[in-house]
């Protein structure tokens, strides 16, 4: 199977210029200083107070900003955001809270924003060496169980992003909105 950078796949399904991306978990902002480069507004989210210091101690390189928080209560507007990121954290997120996280994507995004989920597969000479403190069947949890409290409004980005991880496959057309835009009330 062809091996492809997950910014590459960033880029070839959602578009990022003048997009509203809140990125989960941002760590010290590579995401965001990527998103950022491409046109996005990215907000990097970030528990770790140290990492975040880190992440805000590199000179911006476009429209971005940091700010503390966590995945199951989010710091954003309800209603703000065009795409939530999750980039290898959402298995950081307990299992009792994975639903509390997912419902607060669901609240940041616009009416047909997008969840966009990378995570590590839990396989491999890494996770073989690191099973002593990353258990594979919690590492791999959130995808196994994404369905279980996932809010309506994103079962139809869940099948999209499970479509471009099967092996074998690759979507490379921008991805669908799960529902179309609301048309604004005319008097």
């Not at 992440?55 to 911006?60: D, L, T, Y």
């Not at 047909?112 to 594979?136: H, K, R, V």
Request: aromatic content about 6%; proline content about 9%.
């Amino acid at each position: 199977m062809e091996q492809i950078s997950g910014t590459k796949l960033i880029e070839e399904n959602l578009e990022l210029e003048h997009a509203a991306v809140i990125d989960v978990g941002c760590g010290d902002g590579w995401i965001c200083r990527f998103l950022a480069e491409k046109g996005a507004h990215a907000t990097g989210i970030e528990v770790s107070p140290k990492q975040l210091a880190h992440a805000r101690s590199i000179p911006a390189v476009a429209d971005e900003h940091y700010m503390q928080g966590i995945a199951e209560d989010l710091p954003v507007r309800s209603g703000t955001a065009d795409v939530v990121l999750f980039y290898n954290s959402l298995h950081h997120v307990d299992a009792m809270g994975l639903p509390w996280a997912l419902k607060e994507a669901a609240r940041v995004l616009k009416h047909g924003g997008i969840l966009y989920i990378s995570e590590p597969m839990a396989e491999g000479a890494y996770f073989e060496l690191s099973g002593q403190w990353n258990d594979p069947q919690v590492t791999s949890l959130p995808m196994k169980s994404l369905a279980e409290g996932l809010p309506d409004v994103l079962k139809t980005p869940l099948k999209m992003i499970q479509s471009i991880l099967t092996p074998g496959k690759r979507k490379t057309e921008p991805a669908a909105q799960p529902h179309p835009p609301e048309e604004p009330e005319t008097p």
